[in-house]
């Protein structure tokens, strides 16, 4: 492994901001690689993030231009930006709480007009910045800051949502499979059209600790359990896949 | 643009003709009463002119698109009425902490709440100062006249392109809605943005205090953050000296200019013992009651404030100098009557009106008559 990304890290950056353990340290390396294998001028490209431990993964790290903007609403910055300069290309990388819950609304907007944004979702289940509190993708039973006797709600399937909201190209990875989401990253680059990827990021500071996964490995041993290709989930009971994330592409794009 | 000339037009309209003529070339926002017709105008006039409108689905994404456009480098505009304007507050305060140049018209209804929708008020006068949380500073416009949407919104894209500063029309209902003749004229000042390349984007040495602004795309690598930042955009959350240096400078730079952004009218004022100050539409009906009880012999004068923020003192203090007594009406319960009374030493008395309806003539000539006993 060489250090050829730091490249398109901002001169100044010294350190990642992530704890350790935290996936996203390892998902901001993977977008930098489809970026890199797509050849993108990081000059034309915008980076926008809303606020939570996901919206530091481009700001100010990534050296193009970087917008880190008001909770939940990264969409609606990212739109007027893309609309008035449609030469940009505005990547939006933020978390689920962040996208899913407090910008909710300009997610399914977002995804209905399929502006050509490319959406990556940091999902790790829980409000990790703020101290762990639940989330509007935690999943059901999962013990959080405000559930301490497990989370009594479903979560959102985050991929479905977007997709009958009308965007036109999604998929689900967790940062465990690394070849996969980079292929995916990079197909984003090339969609001209709303895409979202939501990548399953670990946080064992505030999910892991309390629920039975405290060391970081635990986390990953875990990811790497229960998500699983769509096609081995093909046949499965609806028991065996209770605890499954099935990942892959939910919504491909014509290429 | 629209060739020099007189034009038949509603307030609202003519606000948007003055936001093509300042140069704006993106609108977002979000359906309201009564400031809908503005949004419908720039639909179809940003459309035959080759700028971007797009409807968003409510007033926070509506006030984020015009920030993230004005990074792209658009003059950019969004209107609203109280509702609306509450919802944008947190973003009005992310556009002055990150010096975001943009314009918002607030057509003022009767609030509180969703109040009389279709009724007129002034009630959102401190809102616009203080709505948003910690210490900032926005420019804020009262326009009193068809003619006045359209020259102060030109004067509002000006000032918000000059100081890196969200700028505010506030109209009412009735300035809105009226209907008046206006004239257009090509010979009018027009400010762009300060660009500089490789220039800090977030702090300066220059008297004004106000940086150069690069667009995304240009190669600037521009890092732009609502979070406490230095001078090129890094996050410094726990750095008591950049957070207040920062807060410090975006208050300083449009204070400093008090004298210069603060625009007032006088008429009547000379001789005066009593003054009237006022503004918005309410300035109109001022003016009649002055030149009625000036027939009855009575020293009273008006002073019209075309500047709501920052507060014109050097303009009011010197008024109040020259005066016994000073009436404010206003169609809210005394936001500017405050205002005033920071300012002089002589007596304010409010008269404020929340009724969805102008202030009379009638109120204001009864007031001044009975402070004249």
């Known amino acids: 492994m060489t250090r050829a990304m730091e490249q398109y890290l901002r001169p100044g950056v010294k350190a990642t901001p992530f704890c350790p353990g935290c996936g996203h340290g390892i998902l901001m390396g993977l977008i930098l690689r489809a970026i890199d294998q797509m050849k993108m001028d990081m000059k034309k490209m915008l980076f926008v993030s809303g606020i939570g431990c996901a919206a530091w993964i481009p700001s100010p790290h990534y050296d ?17 930006a893309k609309l008035y300069n449609p030469d940009l290309t505005v990547m939006v990388i933020s978390g689920d709480g962040d996208l899913s819950s407090i910008g909710g609304n300009h997610l399914i907007h977002a995804a209905r007009r399929d502006i050509d944004l490319k959406v990556i979702c940091a999902n790790n289940m829980i409000y990790g ?12 039973g999962k013990k959080t800051a405000t559930t301490a006797e497990g989370n009594p709600y479903r979560p959102f399937d985050l991929g479905r949502l977007v997709t009958a909201a009308g965007a036109t190209y999604v998929s689900r990875y967790s940062v465990t499979q690394p070849v996969s989401l980079i292929n995916s990253i990079k197909k984003a680059l090339r969609h001209k059209g709303f895409s979202f990827i939501e990548v399953m990021s670990p946080c064992p500071t505030q999910f892991g600790r309390r629920n039975r996964l405290d060391k970081p490995e635990d986390l990953v041993a875990d990811l790497m359990e229960r998500c699983i290709p769509e096609e081995d989930a093909e046949g499965m009971s609806e028991a065996e896949l209770a605890e499954k994330i099935v990942t892959g592409e939910i919504l491909p794009c014509r290429e | 643009m629209l060739p020099e000339g007189m034009y038949y037009f509603s307030g609202n309209d003519a606000s948007a003709e003055g936001a093509l003529a300042a140069g704006c070339r993106f609108y977002a926002g979000y359906p309201i009463t009564p400031s809908s017709e503005l949004m419908e105008r720039m639909a179809a006039r940003l459309r035959e002119i080759g700028g ?18 004005a990074w792209a480098g658009a003059k950019a505009m969004t209107a609203t009425s109280g509702p609306g304007f509450s919802l944008m507050q947190e973003a009005i305060g992310y556009a002055a902490f990150t ?26 006068i401190m809102q616009a100062r203080w709505g948003s949380h910690g210490d900032y500073q926005v420019i804020a416009l009262s326009p009193w006249s068809v003619q006045e949407m359209y020259d102060l919104t030109v004067r509002a894209f000006n000032l918000a392109e000059r100081f890196r500063v969200p700028a505010m029309l506030l109209a009412d209902e009735a300035v809105a809605h009226l209907r008046e003749t206006i004239k257009i004229s090509d010979a009018k000042e027009i400010w762009d ?19 150069p602004m690069p667009a995304f795309g240009e190669g600037e690598r521009l890092a732009v953050t609502g979070s406490t930042h230095d001078d090129w955009g890094f996050r410094k959350t726990d750095d008591p000296d950049v957070h207040a240096r920062l807060v410090a400078r975006i208050n300083e730079k449009v204070l400093r200019q008090e004298q210069a952004i603060g625009e007032t009218e006088s008429s009547f004022l000379e001789d005066a013992d009593t003054a009237v100050i006022a503004y918005g539409f309410t300035a109109r009906t001022s003016l009649y009651a002055v030149k009625q009880l000036r027939k009855e012999g009575l020293k009273v004068g008006l002073l019209r404030l075309k500047t709501l923020w920052p507060f014109p003192e050097s303009a009011v203090g010197r008024a109040g100098g020259c005066v016994k007594r000073i009436l404010v009406p206003e169609m809210n319960r005394g936001q500017v009557a405050g205002e005033v009374r920071k300012c002089v030493r002589c007596d304010v008395e409010p008269l404020g009106l929340t009724n969805g309806e102008v202030v009379p003539p009638d109120a204001i000539t009864d007031a001044l008559r009975r402070m004249a006993r």
């Open chain 1, 64 to 80: 193009g231009d970087t917008l880190h903007t008001l909770h939940g609403r990264a969409l609606a910055f990212a739109t007027g």
């Open chain 2, 99 to 124: 010096e975001t140049p943009c314009v918002v018209v607030d057509v003022q209804r009767a609030g509180p709440c969703t109040g009389q929708a279709t009724k007129v008020g002034a009630g959102d």
């Open chain 2, 52 to 69: 971007v409108f797009v409807q968003m689905e409510d007033e926070i994404a509506s006030i984020s698109a015009v920030i993230g456009a």
């Open chain 1, 129 to 140: 910045m703020t101290g762990g509190q639940v989330a509007s993708t935690t999943p059901v």
């Open chain 2, 193 to 211: 943005r300060k660009k500089r390349t490789g220039a800090s984007p977030f702090g300066t040495d220059e008297e004004d205090g106000v940086p």
